[in-house]
């Protein structure tokens, strides 16, 4: 591209809005099965133009010359750029990747089901050996597909490499979120160490009331989304409630999510669609999708929770702000603080006795099984990201290899991971990073929430309206200066700690 061409901060931020609306919108279309070929190539082909050198290096030198907030939004810019560079040159082969995946069908008892759809019946299989044998179907059909990925990955982190001028792939992912994943990964570890005896007496007592006295010792991980779904409490958590009930329950908070016309719910059961809800930000405030698929189950509620706490941030941005941000953030620990303090709610005993009649005695027993799995789900996040900042710093001498990975993640939760799993839990950018940093702000927000509102703070609209005070920041706060505003040392785990530990 020559000097000429090459747009001003301004006229790229403006073209990057339609650019992303556009990717946003075909990768929705694809997850929520309403399509079954991606074309995300043919979008990044139309808008070559905002991904050049050229135009790096304009961006670049604009940053260079900018002072404070300035030079925050174009460094998200340049980032922005490069991120996308990658992206044209991957996005062919990303698109064949993503649709040999949708093609896929596993033989399962006389059906051919899509992998995604053998995926998500793991949820509601109620036979153990059921579920280990599709498990092991679906994971043997997965596991095809890890030498593309693995040639994907090697690609990317090659041109990502170059393009950042940051050789080293942790370094390059901590300048980019402002903090040290070292750092950030002692913490973690003496959390997870602290936590781990009371894991131990959850784990003895879940596995035998979600997964029978039949279970092996150690059970595989294909049975994990049945016991996230705490199917045997299934005929309480019915699919049928779910939306009325999380609705009501963020009505107590001050949100209408239903007169709230620029957050776009998707609820429907395709066959295609993923079983992982998300939240897909098209073009923040005024377009924003949340996406669910109800299975039954508790889980049904607390992932409909947690999308609505992104939903609301993102819907909930000044639309004042410059579009950086509303929609790009140096990572996504900011946001999945809000997902989670959503969430928190369905663990608060009470909110289990208000909408499903329960018993205190009950209602506090079924909050005790939400909250083993979120023990396990940390413990688990806490060790995939040690297995990452591993593979990651050997990744130079060895091109990208599961060592670490089936011992780290099956040590620190009792649940068997294959090895062979590696590649498709590698979310990119250290994602593991970001939830884990959300999981010990959100704890230490609901501690300044029932400091300073009330230990009913999840049914009052003084939530709200603090919460909705820092949605209209929209993406520009760190999550570490979250920390400080209310108080905490941004390593703090102590909130953490006490929770998990009950």
């Not at 996308?84 to 008892?109: P, T």
Request: contains cysteine; proline residues 4%; hydrophobic residues 35%.
């Amino acid at each position: 591209m020559s000097v000429a061409a090459v747009r001003t901060p301004v006229e790229y931020e403006s073209r990057l809005q339609q650019y992303l609306y556009e990717r946003s919108e075909e990768g929705r279309v694809v997850r929520v099965g309403e399509k079954e070929v991606s074309e995300q190539a043919a979008i990044v082909a139309r808008y070559a133009d905002l991904f050049s050198r050229g135009q790096l290096d304009g961006l670049r030198e604009s940053a260079g010359t900018a002072e404070a907030d300035e030079r925050e939004r174009l460094f998200r810019l340049c980032k922005t750029c490069e991120a996308g560079i990658v992206a044209a040159e991957l996005a062919e082969r990303e698109d064949e990747l993503e649709n040999a995946i949708l093609a896929a069908r596993v033989s399962y008892r006389g059906e051919e089901l899509p992998l995604r759809a053998a995926q998500a019946r793991l949820a509601v299989l109620p036979g153990y050996e059921d579920r280990k044998q599709l498990g092991e179907l679906q994971s043997d059909m997965s596991a095809r597909f890890n030498t593309d990925r693995l040639e994907v990955l090697r690609a990317g982190e090659e041109l990502e490499a170059e393009v950042s001028e940051e050789p080293d792939a942790v370094r390059r992912n901590e300048e980019e979120k402002g903090i040290s994943l070292e750092e950030l990964e002692r913490a973690l570890a003496e959390a997870s160490a602290a936590a781990e005896p009371a894991y131990q007496r959850l784990r003895d007592r879940w596995f035998e009331r979600l997964l029978g006295p039949g279970r092996e010792a150690v059970p595989a991980s294909y049975h994990v989304s049945y016991m996230r779904r705490l199917s045997p409490l299934a005929d309480t958590y019915t699919k049928e409630r779910a939306v009325e009930v999380c609705l009501e329950t963020l009505s107590r908070l001050g949100f209408d999510l239903r007169s709230q016309p620029n957050i776009r719910l998707d609820l429907d059961d395709r066959p295609q669609k993923s079983p992982r809800a998300c939240v897909i930000a098209s073009d923040p405030p005024r377009l924003v999708h949340l996406i669910t698929r109800a299975q039954g189950g508790l889980h049904d509620y607390q992932a409909f929770m947690h999308e609505a706490g992104h939903a609301l941030h993102y819907a909930g941005s000044n639309p004042s702000l410059p579009y950086t941000y509303r929609r790009l953030a140096r990572d996504h620990a900011l946001t999945e603080i809000y997902s989670y303090i959503c969430e928190a709610i369905t663990r608060e005993p009470a909110w289990h006795a208000e909408h499903f009649g329960l018993s205190q005695e009950q209602a506090a027993d079924n909050a005790e099984a939400t909250r083993f799995m979120e023990v396990l789900f940390f413990r688990r996040y806490t060790a995939k990201l040690q297995f990452e900042l591993d593979f990651w710093s050997r990744f130079p001498s060895d091109g990208g290899t599961p060592d670490g990975y089936s011992e780290r993640l099956t040590g620190a939760t009792g649940v068997w991971y294959r090895p062979e799993g590696f590649l498709a839990d590698m979310d990119a950018g250290f994602y593991s990073a970001d939830y884990l940093r959300a999981w010990i702000r959100a704890a230490q927000l609901r501690t300044f929430l029932v400091r300073e509102v009330g230990d009913d703070w999840w049914r009052r609209t003084e939530t709200g309206d603090r919460l909705r005070s820092l949605f209209r920041e929209g993406t520009r706060p760190s999550s570490e200066e979250i920390a400080a505003r209310i108080g905490f040392d941004p390593l703090d785990t102590g909130p953490l700690v006490s929770e998990l530990s009950g």
